[in-house]
Antibody, heavy 122, light 107 residues
Framework: EVQLLESGGGLAQPGGSLTLSCVAS????????LSWVRQAPGRGLEWVSA????????FYADSVEGRFTISRDKSNNTLYLQLSSLGPEDTAVYYC???????????????WGQGTLVTVSP | DIQMTQSPSTLSASVGDRVTITCRAS??????LAWYQQKPGNAPKLLIY???SLESGVPSRFSGSGSGTEFILTISSLQPDDFATYYC?????????FGPGTKVDIK
């Protein structure tokens, strides 16, 4: 059974930083691309970033390019998202999502974690 | 970026009703469209991919159609478990975008 378990959310100051983690199980970690998708309170879904199965290729939404960094570690089956220069607009539940293929390019999300809430407030 | 729109934004229906939700893309995405269901407090769940392919384990009352710029999600007979918000998502480009969602609530 595929499982994705996020952690690391919490309260951050404007301009501050935070690192999110997602531990994956139930599939061969290096075979599939992974993404982060966020959802602001009461709002819709916004794709944030994707990383290929190998970790070599990454993509970012314009709204986070230069501020967020996605990475993955196959030694512990963990996906990361480093958030920096945070603003109130980054307040959201951040979901880790498995893609159907190896490539970080456009793809569907076939499994999702339960999400971790990031709140940016003074 | 490709913009996605959905209509209606809210839909009130009864158990047993046939429900249709429309999703439109700002440019052609061929059949690179997925549909997700999300219930309050839960993560989204994949229902349909490649516009009309039913994800494994999803009830057959869900179906998808369309290509190019206009797509439809149909629930043939609404069940109590189907009251939720539905999102379409294009995956033609790496900056995959979601529609704003359609909330299906109880009439």
């Amino acid at each position: 059974e595929v499982q994705l378990l996020e952690s690391g959310g919490g309260l951050a100051q404007p301009g501050g930083s935070l690192t999110l983690s997602c531990v994956a199980s139930g599939f061969t970690f290096s075979t599939f691309a992974l993404s982060w998708v966020r959802q602001a309170p009461g709002r819709g879904l916004e794709w944030v970033s994707a990383i290929s199965g190998s970790g070599v290729t990454t993509f970012y939404a314009d709204s986070v390019e230069g501020r967020f960094t996605i990475s993955r570690d196959k030694s512990n089956n963990t996906l990361y998202l480093q958030l920096s220069s945070l603003g109130p607009e980054d307040t959201a539940v951040y979901y880790c999502a498995k893609q159907r293929g190896f490539s970080a390019a456009a793809d569907i999300f076939d499994y999702w974690g339960q999400g971790t809430l990031v709140t940016v407030s003074p | 970026d490709i913009q996605m729109t959905q209509s209606p934004s809210t839909l009130s229906a009864s158990v047993g009703d046939r429900v249709t939700i429309t999703c439109r893309a700002s440019e052609t995405i061929k059949s690179w469209l997925a549909w997700y269901q999300q219930k309050p407090g839960n993560a989204p769940k994949l229902l349909i991919y490649k516009a009309s392919s039913l994800e494994s384990g999803v009830p057959s009352r869900f179906s998808g159609s369309g290509s190019g710029t206009e797509f439809i999600l149909t629930i043939s007979s609404l069940q109590p478990d189907d009251f939720a918000t539905y999102y379409c998502q294009q995956y033609k480009t790496y900056s995959r975008t979601f529609g704003p969602g359609t909330k299906v609530d109880i009439k």
